[in-house]
């Protein structure tokens, strides 16, 4: 148990470019997979399989491009 905690809880540093990394949050999805199948707890094992399906939506996001980076008018309202 010990060394699957530690590898929960170690943490890579978190770039921005990293955040926009869908193979990055793919590799963590990955990741909780398989650690969801060494959880003997059935609440421990749905929790990571969660986790896992968020990592998903977030490497589906990083796949889109950011909608702030879509060309379009000004944010600043035209003066008269």
């Known amino acids: 148990m010990g ?7 170690y943490a890579d540093p978190m770039t921005v470019q990293g955040a926009n990394d869908a193979k990055h ?5 990955a990741e909780m997979r398989v650690l969801s ?3 003997k707890d059935f609440e421990a094992r749905t929790l990571m399989l969660k ?3 968020d990592y998903d939506k977030l490497a589906e996001r990083a796949e889109k ?3 702030h980076d879509a ?3 000004s944010p ?3 003066e008269s």
Request: glycine share 8%.
């Open 51 to 53: 986790l896992a399906n």
């Open 3 to 9: 060394n699957i905690m530690g590898r929960l809880f």
């Open 71 to 73: 060309p379009g008018p």
């Open 76 to 78: 600043r309202a035209k």
């Open 25 to 29: 949050w793919r590799d963590r999805a």
């Open 37 to 39: 199948n060494e959880m």
């Open 65 to 67: 491009p950011a909608a």
